[in-house]
């Protein structure tokens, strides 16, 4: 009786072992066919970083090339506009300066229209005496 005991429990730790090194082996197969593809894109990283790397570079060196040219352009834009800028502030105070003789003409126009109204009333009143 012992000896069917003892073989009972030896062969439940058998199964139990057996399972245990089933499940070891699924764990052992899964991480395998999960580390092959790792592995594989771990030898094409260095590949692409080096091609993001040239591509920044390049659009880096784009950039540059289109800052100097934009300020080029710039620069051309400023010469030309200097002179037009000079003319249109010469133009700005031809214009203010008119409006002010066209300030002191009206002035005057008024200070002659009260003195022919004053002259008016003064006649008119030394007709009705």
Not at 2 to 26: C, G, N, P, Q, T
Request: glycine letters at 0%.
């Amino acid at each position: 009786e012992k000896l069917l005991v003892f073989e009972s429990a030896w062969k439940k730790e058998k199964d139990i072992v057996s399972k245990e090194i089933e499940k070891l082996r699924v764990s052992i197969q899964t991480l395998c066919r999960s580390a092959l593809p790792l592995g594989k894109i771990m030898d094409y990283i260095q590949e692409d970083v080096d091609a993001m790397q040239n591509e920044l570079q390049l659009w880096h060196s784009e950039n540059r090339q289109h800052a100097e040219a934009l300020q080029k352009e710039q620069s051309i834009t400023d010469c030309a506009l200097e002179p037009l800028e000079v003319e249109l502030a010469e133009l700005e105070q031809l214009v203010r300066d008119q409006q002010d003789r066209i300030c002191a003409v009206k002035a005057s126009i008024l200070k002659n229209e009260e003195k022919i109204q004053k002259m008016v009333h003064s006649i008119h009143l030394s007709s009705r005496r």
